[in-house]
């Protein structure tokens, strides 16, 4: 994608690993595509647990500093997230750490809640202090409420009182908790490393790295408990229908996991096969958006014969964090980030294949640097149908203002772009390829249809996001 919008997080929990630290460390190097501005870990050793959140990137939280080198223990969950910029946010980074009457408890969560507003009000008004403005805390302050005998069933209380997308990590000093909403929104994975070893994480990518094996997904409306008792299932609440973000196989997820019990990679370059039948092209050779849509313009390359080329590269060491030395000085950031290959495009037709489009203000000033490297034709194909309505469910997208989609037709957004042509995958053709299980996903931000429901207050919370951007 060449327009930035952000996943708000990736997480990963290690139980009764010798390194327990250092493996969380491996799987959030291979989550940090899931949010790039901060990232943490929470450590117990049975007795206390410490944890340690910085800004940035994996790799700097885990830089050799004191701090992070005196964290110790067996157990750990770790988080990588989206947060706005500024120091004050990392005050919203994961995991939540909180003391509380039995102990302590650390949280981390992706995804996002309709209700948590509602709920965190309702709280205040009760005198609860809240240490961070992010939905997760609210799960923390439910259970540090709750009457309930046992750990696992404070959990499993306060997570029938919450509505929205949740894949969910706690660490208390002996046990490790996932859980995963009722629809299953987002993915969540559990494997084991050796006998006494297991791992949660977000994609099976994290398992790899690991060297962990994947088992199972963590089910909807599911709640694990892994002590050392073992590995015990509980359910929350009884399973809703499914709704799995589609937008995980368009774009989030890395195409070597296994999500939603389907491989990403296949799925991609099935989107693209039938993006090329439902809108073909003359042209000489098909390139990517790389990285994202390297997938799927295999799939429209080997579905309509054009040779597929490495027509753009991506620089990879930009990171998020650079901020253009002039406002608004589009075309330097996105020349930073891609350069053409001019060999290849030159004197060619081309497709460009994208995965989604968002602004597309950046894919304008791609299609330029196309122009200019001497391509004759450029024809935009985009692997998911145009992008109208926000998501309630942890995606960050912009306000609907912002949506390309909603303020131009497709002949005016490939005006707009300047290309040759345009066409997107429909979203019955995006259905089609989920084959048996087309109605177990969500595809609210292409057709408005919300299946957990809509946020009422979310034009505010855009707002908000907008401003704390800027
Ligand atoms: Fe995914 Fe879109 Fe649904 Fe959000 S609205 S959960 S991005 S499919």
Known sequence: MADEIHEECGVIGVFNGNKALDLAVLGLHALQHRGQESAGVAVSDGRAIHSYRSLGLVATMARKTKRFMELKGHICIGHTRYSTTGTSNLINSQPILIDYKRGQLAVAHNGNLINADTLRSDMEEQGSIFQSTNDSEVFLHLIARSKKPSLVEMIAESLKKVKGAFSLLFLSENELFAARDPHGVRPLCLGVLDKKTAVVASETCALDIMGARYVRDIEPSELVCISSKGIQSFRFAPPGKKAHCIFEYIYFSRPDSRIFNHSVDRLRRAFGHELAREHPAKADIVISVPDSSNTAALGYAHASGIPFEIGLIRNHYVGRTFI??????????????????????KNRRIVLVEDSIVRGTTLRQLVSLIRNAGAKEIHIRVSSPPIKFPCYYGMDFPSFDELIANNKTIEETRQFLGVDSLGHLSI???????????????????????????????KNIFENRKKQRT
């Open 324 to 345: 253009s030395p002039a406002q608004g000085d589009r075309e330097a950031k996105v020349k930073l980030k891609f350069n053409p290959v001019r060999g290849v495009l």
């Open 428 to 458: 019955n053709g995006l259905r089609k390829c989920m084959q048996e299980e087309p109605n177990n996903y969500c595809y609210a931000c292409f057709s408005g249809a919300y299946p957990l429901g809509a946020l009422k207050t979310s």
